[in-house]
């Protein structure tokens, strides 16, 4: 058997080195390192093994001899605990710092790029309360149902009701809906056993619009009182306009399921970017953080630099938000997107907004970039933002053989993004900058804009 440099159960005072890219202190044993959660670099902390695994292990921290400066109050540790704000204990200054030399590093590391400027990271004003969306899960805890977030790593429910970086509207709601449902005495789903109804409760809220959308995730089709359900949701909840029944009977992680029913109302909720108004479908993905989505969009805009006789693509379209945002300083806007609702949304949204010059369709980026290209589109611009695995390569050949003069590329993984930046550059095209701007707040999500351009 392997000799490890700790057992089990055993107690070290330790000094934390690093953080990793999920916000874990860092602490070595030789070469071995051990994860701890709530510990900051530069602090010295006892600590008891909680488990060693083959390459790593994990500790907890029994008492802090040492605090960083840089430590901040977190007022609920289950915060942290359940991985809601994995960051909340390190002062929002030095989150934004982190988060910039995550992507310089990766700049450095992956992409091989040491040289393109990784720009300050752009947080809030007021780092708190910004999802406009939560996913919440369902559970019966001592015969009653009770919501709140999963511990990190499993499947048991720690119960929450102030959830710190949401809308607190949408906090309060849950609440409302989850004792809504005990009153019908709806079943919660049990994972183990794969049996009950009630899998999630998932709630969006439009920034601006302030319409609700409450998504009754269920494990069957049958509904008992459904209608009458929903209907008591909007009573109790008058910013409820659409209340959809959606309908996973699968045993898996996915939330939503493909079949869902309009319980009440309307089968979307409208709120607005960049002074266009939007409608958003249940299953159509939207940025959770509507007041730094708008910095981000403007910076990508600013990045393209756009002309009046621009052609552009929007790559991972979702519903449109990003083309649609420059449609009227372009000459036409090509946008797709997987996800059929979304792309219905976007062809609505267009029209919504009084815009002709936009086109957009169902299909993969990776088989629709090189469709376009056999068929002459001829981009000057193309906005790409896909989701955490990045860029498909064929994509990113297609993309290049028609030779477009920019790229602006969102990501929200760093390290998919230096990947693909590495690969512009064999395909001839230089990063110039990366800007990052922080969408999630007090977690260690990043999202980043890049800017790319064809060498002469
Ligand atoms: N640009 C939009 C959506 C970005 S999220 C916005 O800012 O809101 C990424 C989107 O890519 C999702 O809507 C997802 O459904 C879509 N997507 C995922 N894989 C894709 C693929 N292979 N080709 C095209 N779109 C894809």
């Known amino acids: 058997m392997k000799e490890y440099p700790i057992k089990k159960n055993e107690e070290h005072t330790v000094e934390i080195l690093d953080l990793t890219h999920e916000g874990m202190g860092i602490a070595k044993f030789d070469h071995y390192p051990v994860f701890i959660e709530n510990a900051l670099p530069g602090e010295k902390v006892r600590i008891k093994i909680l488990k060693v695994g083959n390459k790593f292990g994990f500790a907890k921290v029994m008492e802090w001899l040492e605090k960083s400066p840089d430590r901040q109050t977190v007022d609920n540790e289950d915060l942290l605990r359940t991985g809601i704000a994995p960051l909340s204990h390190l002062s929002y200054e030095k989150q934004l710092l982190f988060k910039q030399n995550q992507v310089k590093n990766l700049m450095q590391r992956v992409a091989k790029l040491p040289d393109v400027p990784v720009l300050n990271t752009i947080g809030m004003a007021a780092p708190y309360h910004y999802r406009n969306k939560a996913q919440i899960p369902v559970k019966k805890v001592e015969g ?127 709120d607005q970017l960049l002074g266009n108004t939007y409608r958003i479908s249940a299953k159509s993905f939207y940025q959770v953080n509507t007041q730094q989505t708008e910095i981000l969009y403007q910076t990508a805009i600013d990045f393209a630099d756009l002309k009046k006789d621009d052609v552009v693509i929007d790559a991972y379209s979702g519903i449109g938000t990003i083309g649609l945002s420059v449609a009227d300083r372009v000459k036409y806007v090509y946008g797709m997107e997987t996800i059929e609702s979304a792309v219905e949304d976007a062809k609505y949204n267009a029209e919504k907004n009084g815009i002709t010059n936009a086109t957009y369709l169902v299909g993969k980026a990776e088989k629709v970039m090189p469709q376009w290209a056999r068929e002459e589109v001829n981009p000057t611009v193309i906005f790409v933002d896909p989701p955490r695995k990045g860029l498909d390569a064929k994509f990113i050949e297609a993309a290049c053989e028609v030779e477009p003069e920019r790229i602006v590329y969102i990501s929200c993984n760093p390290a998919t993004l230096a990947r693909d930046l590495a690969f512009f550059a064999e395909k001839g095209y230089q990063t110039k900058k990366i800007q990052p701007v922080d969408l999630f707040p007090q977690t260690h999500h990043i999202e980043c804009v890049a800017l790319i351009t064809r060498m002469d």
């Open 144 to 270: 009653k149902l009770q919501t709140g977030f999963y511990r990190k790593n499993s499947h048991d429910l720690v119960p929450i009701e102030d959830f710190a970086i949401q809308d607190p509207e949408i906090d309060k709601a849950i609440l409302v809906v989850r004792d809504i449902l005990q009153r019908f005495n709806v079943k919660a789903y049990n994972e183990e056993a794969h049996e009950g109804f009630l899998r999630h409760i998932v709630i969006r809220r439009g920034h601006y619009s302030h319409q609700m959308m409450v998504v009754l995730v269920t494990r069957k089709e049958k509904f008992f009182k459904g209608e009458e359900i929903a209907n008591v949701i909007h009573e109790e909840l008058p910013e409820v306009v659409s209340v959809i029944q959606n309908i996973n009977e699968e045993k898996t992680n996915v939330i939503l399921g493909q079949k869902e029913k309009v319980l009440f109302g309307s089968s979307f909720i409208e």
